[in-house]
């Protein structure tokens, strides 16, 4: 049952355009939603959260943007830059668990 | 900037032995987890730990998995008679309260059970 899902397993994008990544979910429970990246050999870095009761949020080239109605999230990276070649995995929650539900990731690639 | 730390970084063991995986999260966090993310699949949740009990835990952990923080900084996760589809990377995380603070991950241990 994959509660929380990423439909494209990579994506290439120019340096310093946009990179939009997107996540769908299923669960109308889920109340919060945050933004991983992880490259090789390590383990995820939490990059960024919405909750529900908000539709956007920003911190400096990264915007999440939450779309309640289409349960849908998505990342937005501008400019992007070769450093943000990563693996991005969305992860949502909902109230009364501890745990968060992740999805497959997209693997972004950058190029100079 | 603080640290979850965990060891070893690759563990590789026989199929029916006992793991031991640890880990040492950041030192004022409350909550301890455990995911794992098998090759080339998403990362799943297994265990949270708060309060020196279980918190919650997923249908994977089952029976043959357990975890312990036997003194104040470590917190381990013991998996009993592995099997072969145990072979993962295994994610340790800390949050300092809720989860609305996202997670500080652990760079893994790799697990591969022969």
């Known amino acids: 049952d994959q509660q929380v899902k990423q439909n494209s397993p990579s994506l290439s994008v120019q340096e310093g355009r946009i990179s939009i990544l997107n996540c769908d979910y299923t669960n109308s429970m889920f109340d919060y939603f945050l933004w991983y990246k992880k490259y090789p050999a390590e383990g995820p870095t939490f990059l960024i959260s919405i909750s529900s009761i908000k539709d956007k949020n920003e911190d400096g080239r990264f915007t999440v943007f939450l779309n309640k109605s289409a349960k849908h999230l998505s990342l937005h990276i501008v400019p992007s830059q070769p450093g943000d070649s990563a693996v991005y995995f969305c992860?949502?929650?909902?109230?009364?668990?501890?745990?968060?539900?992740f999805g497959t990731g997209t693997r972004l690639k950058v190029l100079a | 900037e603080p640290e979850v730390t965990q060891t070893p970084s690759h563990q590789v063991t026989q199929m029916g032995q006992e793991v031991i995986l640890r880990c040492v999260p950041i030192s004022n966090h409350l909550y301890f987890y455990w995911y794992r993310q098998i090759l080339g699949q998403k990362v799943e949740f297994l265990v949270s730990?708060?309060?020196?009990?279980?918190?919650?835990k997923s249908e994977i952990f089952d029976d043959q998995f357990s975890v312990e923080r036997p003194d104040g900084s470590n917190f381990t996760l013991k998996i009993r008679s592995t099997k072969l589809e145990d072979s993962a990377m295994y994610f340790c995380?800390?949050?300092?309260?809720?989860?609305?603070?996202?997670?500080?991950f652990g760079s893994g241990t790799r697990l591969t059970v022969v």
């Open positions: 995380a800390s949050s300092e309260r809720t989860l609305s603070d996202g997670y500080t």
């Open positions: 730990f708060y309060n020196n009990e279980i918190s919650e």
């Open positions: 992860a949502a929650t909902r109230p009364q668990t501890y745990k968060y539900i």
